[in-house]
């Protein structure tokens, strides 16, 4: 596996909601690699996995099957990103948010939508930690004692420490830091893609991008690290490039037991409709 040691420069975007150019002047890296900082510590991890049925099987019912805007038309191909639009959808849990009404945690709708997807989505989590933990030991356990420490095990994928998680549907976007997740943890993001050039993860700080090849996983810690999607172009009509990505979400450091969640979510929920 190949090492970088990287030095860290002060960066931040020109304007909100920078785009990533669509060329860059460095050649993005396609090989496994492990990214160090000047200190030793571990910034990311590029990992090529092997192809899988299961792995197949989700593709096929990414590019086929699965509805890309929740059910609801209100989100239609709302991403995470205020303000930017593309098609996605959540895996795993969401928090409760009630300005918008939701008031308790609860599974994603795409579990319900789709059992097999979600199922492999979330077999897949254990293969994923086991990856962080071989590749980035210390920065594992870091993570692992983080997530763990403040999230309820009811919230936690597979038993895993990511609570939640997000598919994108060939989405170019825009520099930013995931600064939903819990401060130190850390983002694991399986790409599925073919036929599509660009799309490199570009990271503006360390002067580096990647490739994101067809079933790589990325290990970093998406709240510290800027990073952006550069553009890209479709060779066929049927081209595609989903990334999945799995994080820990802030937001159930304040949640209990899913049984008392839905008591509390429902008592919640009663005060604001009296309150109208």
Request: hydrophobic share 40%; aromatic share 8%; with cysteine.
């Amino acid at each position: 596996m190949q090492e970088l040691v990287l030095k860290r420069a002060d960066w931040r975007p020109e304007y909100a909601r920078q785009r990533a150019p669509d060329t860059l002047p460095i050649e993005p890296v396609n090989d496994d690699l492990i990214v160090r900082e000047e200190t030793g510590r571990i910034l990311l991890a590029q990992v090529r996995i092997d192809d899988g049925d299961d792995l197949q099987t989700l593709t096929r019912i990414l590019r086929f099957r699965l509805r890309w805007d929740d059910g609801n038309s209100s989100t239609k191909s709302q991403g995470r990103l205020s303000g930017i639009r593309y098609r996605s959808r959540v895996f795993g849990f969401t928090e409760p948010k009630p300005l918008r009404k939701r008031f308790a945690a609860s599974a994603a709708k795409l579990h319900e939508e789709s059992p097999e997807a979600g199922a492999i989505i979330v077999q897949r989590t254990a293969c994923l930690h086991d990856l962080l933990t071989e590749v980035a030991p210390e920065e594992a356990r870091l993570h692992d004692e983080l997530v763990t420490g403040v999230v309820h095990p009811d919230w936690l994928l597979d038993g895993k420490p990511w609570t939640s998680g997000i598919i994108n549907c060939t989405a170019a976007l825009p520099y930013h830091t995931d600064s939903g997740n819990i401060k130190g943890s850390w983002s694991a993001m399986l790409a599925l893609r073919r036929d599509v050039d660009g799309g490199w993860l570009h990271l503006p700080e360390y002067g580096l991008a990647l490739g994101i090849p067809d079933r790589s996983v990325t290990l970093f810690d998406g709240a510290r690290t800027w990073h952006g999607v550069t553009g890209f172009k479709m060779r066929r009509a049927d081209a595609y490039r989903f990334t999945l990505v799995w994080y820990a979400k802030q937001g159930f450091a304040k949640v209990g037991a899913a049984a008392d969640e839905v008591a509390r979510g429902a008592r919640h929920a009663t005060e604001v409709l009296h309150a109208e």
